[in-house]
């Protein structure tokens, strides 16, 4: 093959763009979440995998049993006193990057639970990227939220966590 | 059949039968009951009626026995009245097996003292919890006003009412 | 020497010896781990893979839903009613609903009870639906997923379409029900009548010759039926045990004495008789459903009572008095004449229960729920003794405990 035809076909085939948004394509298209069921939320979660709502569509359909295969830890229902240091264990365990999505009201402020066994919000023990309000939320709410969260990871790109 | 000794008082409430043992004689009660058939215990739980005005209570803590003959499909309520602190009781948990866990919940939920229980440790709080949520004196807790961040936290005592 | 776990546990003594010479070993399991249904943790412990004992410590989902209770107004209660068994929320206000109506004295009319049992059944569905496609993940069978939440998203959008939410409904309310059902539903509920037999047809075809999950079910977690009920085990865990005990025949409430259907065993006793249970279960509710809906009476959905239930939207522009009731509810509430009651209804998982005591003000005194799945986990030390390891799965998921349920 001539020099000529070489850079005629490379010139129809190669893409140039920054490393950065390389690797946030990357990360963004295939964000597994943690398969960590708290509560009601849980179920919608399960329905969010089904076939009607289908999450594989957005590459997150692999819900990893273990938190060291994770990125995303998805906190599906309320969180209770006895659970906050287990849950904060957990993401103490998944590698870095990782995200978190809040799912629902519960997870989010407490919902209609306002009283002494529940953490009033889970962002008091691990920080939340997304939240979902609902109670609990649809997965059209859930699939939302990971479409605003793989913008976010697109957007943020090579650069570490601040 | 449960001697007539035991109860200090029956009735009927909203379709179902109930009767008052002395809290002393709770064991012997069950016991009685369970020969005559009630080999179910549907469920054991207590009443705070910490300043309640409806009627005039025996003592502050009611402990509910639900049991039920599932051959004749009859139920009966058994009461018994505490008070102390800690309030006491003997177990039941060697007549009726589900009432192990009950009872474990109704001491950490109202601090009652089942004696005679083989393992009457926390089951729902966590173990180094103070207090005893359900009682009518422990605060509901949470926030007081939303979202203004000001809550207890965990572990701290709650403040005596 | 002992080592003290969590909850004063007592586990295995260091260096004690197991059958096959080797040392016993104590591993936790949970409570995050994707085959404990919830966040339920057991602490085993193993001689080879072998379960020698088992002790489950629970609590990590408490709730405080029955604090929470005593702090709400009585019609405000049923909402956190929908969350404790978060699975079957009708079947849960239905228990508190018929109590406080109990308490009241009062007494729905018979459309509202006919709408009671619909809204019950589905609920019976869609919770079976969601245990046959998580046991089926469990046991090796993961297409079953798929099949079930096809279904469970028909009944969703059901619930959606006559209370307006997918799964906390709070649709039976003390007084009668949320609202009446929409031609739409009624079309729906229809088609989705005549179709379910198929699908549960569908179910059996992929699993019930399956010899893969038969090898995994069949004589695994045995529970004689004089243990179930020593055990105070209700629904499919005590009905797979051969005792044919169903409140809904037993002691019928909300007309289920007029519906012809039968009480589903089996005298297998073990994780395959809970699951042909729970497969007739669903069948039976399809005929219940059915036979409610051919024969749905006409007329009001709700008790005729303004201290009660709020009077309807377009008296609110026209009657003063309206106005007063209405405005009266919502502020103070109603007082409840003291007393209490204990109503149960048959859920999915078995007796689920309401205590309530009223001291004759607009708030409980004390509402206990009692839980079926928090009983039914008892058992479990008893079913899972001598098994192996993998097996302990299948014993918790035919047990089909919800977590919400047994920590509330």
């Known amino acids: ?162 | 059949m449960i001697p007539e000794t035991l109860i200090t008082e029956k009735g009927v409430s909203a379709g179902d039968s109930w009767i008052t043992v002395g809290a002393e004689t709770v064991h012997d009660a069950l016991a009685a009951l369970r020969e005559d058939g009630y080999r179910l215990l549907v469920f054991l739980t207590c009443v705070d009626h910490l300043a309640d005005s409806s009627r005039e209570w025996p003592a502050r803590f009611e402990i509910v026995y639900q049991l039920r003959n599932m051959e004749s499909r009859e139920q009966i309520r058994v009461r018994a009245f505490i008070d102390g602190d800690p309030p006491r009781i003997d177990s039941v948990s060697d007549l009726f097996p589900p009432a192990n866990w009950d009872e474990r919940e109704t001491y950490d939920m109202f601090g009652v003292v089942f004696d005679g229980h083989p393992d009457l440790t926390r089951i729902l709080m966590p173990d180094d919890w103070v207090g005893h949520p359900l009682r009518r004196d422990y605060p509901v807790g949470g926030e007081v006003v939303e979202f203004s961040e000001e809550h207890a936290t965990w572990q701290t005592a709650p403040e005596k009412a | 020497m002992t080592d003290t776990v969590a909850q004063g546990i007592t586990v295995t003594k260091t260096g004690e010896q197991g059958a096959f010479g080797g040392e016993l070993l104590t591993i936790n399991f949970g409570p995050h781990h994707p085959s404990t249904h919830g966040v339920l943790r057991l602490i085993v412990d193993l001689d080879g893979e072998q379960v020698k004992r088992i002790k489950p410590v629970i609590g990590y989902l408490h709730t405080g839903i029955e604090k929470q209770a005593e702090a709400l107004r009585w019609q405000q209660v049923v909402v956190v009613t929908d969350r404790h068994d978060y699975l079957s929320p009708p079947i849960n206000n239905l228990a508190y609903a018929l109590a406080v109506e109990r308490l009241l004295g009062i007494e729905v009319p018979p459309r509202a009870n006919a709408l009671r049992v619909i809204m019950s059944e589905l609920t019976r569905l869609s919770s079976h639906l969601v245990w046959l496609g998580t046991s089926g993940i469990e046991l090796g069978a993961s297409t079953m997923l798929m099949y079930c939440f096809r279904e469970r998203d028909t009944i969703l959008d059901m619930n959606e379409e006559i209370s307006g939410f997918r799964m906390h409904t709070s649709y039976i309310r003390p007084g009668g029900v949320f609202a009446d059902a929409t031609p739409r539903f009624l079309e729906m509920l229809d088609r989705f009548v005549n179709q379910m037999p198929r699908n549960i047809d569908e179910y059996e075809a992929l699993l019930t010759m399956n010899p893969i999950f038969r090898s995994r079910t069949i004589g695994i977690g045995r529970l004689s039926a004089e243990d179930a009920k020593v055990l105070g085990a209700t629904g499919p865990m005590l009905r797979g045990s051969g005792v044919a005990w169903d409140l809904r025949k037993t002691m019928p409430y909300s007309g289920y004495e007029n519906y012809d259907f039968e009480i589903a065993t089996s005298d297998m006793c073990d994780c395959y008789g809970r699951y042909l249970v729970r497969i007739k279960e669903m069948r039976e509710a399809v005929k219940i459903l059915r036979q409610a809906l051919d024969r749905l009476p006409d007329g009001p959905v709700n008790v005729d009572d303004r201290k009660v239930l709020p009077p309807p939207r377009e008296e609110l522009e026209t009657s003063m008095e309206a106005v007063i009731h209405h405005f009266k509810l919502f502020t103070e509430g109603y007082s409840v004449p003291a007393g209490d009651v204990y109503v149960a209804v048959e859920s999915g998982r078995g007796e689920n229960g309401c205590y309530v005591v009223s001291d004759g003000t607009h708030k409980p005194r004390r509402v206990k729920f009692r839980a079926a799945s928090f009983v039914n986990l008892q058992p479990i030390e008893r079913m899972a003794m001598n098994h192996m390891v993998a097996d302990m799965v299948a014993i918790i998921g035919t047990a089909d405990t919800v977590l919400g349920d047994v920590d509330r």
Not at chain 1, 4 to 24: D, H, P, R
Not at chain 1, 47 to 68: M, N, Q, Y
Not at chain 1, 80 to 103: C, F, G, H, N
């Open chain 1, 1 to 162: 093959m001539g020099v000529e035809a070489l850079a005629e076909s490379l010139g129809q085939n190669v893409l140039t763009t920054t490393l950065g948004k390389l690797i946030g394509w990357g990360r963004g298209n295939s964000v597994w979440p943690l398969q960590f069921g708290l509560a009601c939320c849980a179920i919608e979660m399960i329905h969010t995998a089904t076939a009607s709502v289908d999450i594989a569509r957005f590459g997150s359909e692999a819900f990893r049993a273990s938190p060291r295969q994770a990125d995303l830890l998805i906190v599906s229902g309320r969180v209770s006193q006895k659970m906050a240091p287990v849950l904060r264990t957990v993401y103490d365990q998944m590698p870095e990057p990782k995200w978190v999505i809040s799912m629902g009201a519960c997870a989010s402020t407490g919902g209609v639970f306002n009283n002494y066994a529940l953490l009033q919000g889970v962002d008091k023990v691990v920080p939340v990227d997304v939240y979902i309000p609902g109670c609990p939320p649809r997965p059209e709410d859930l699939l939302n939220a990971l479409m605003i969260l793989q913008e976010r990871i697109k957007a943020q790109g090579i650069t570490p966590r601040q």
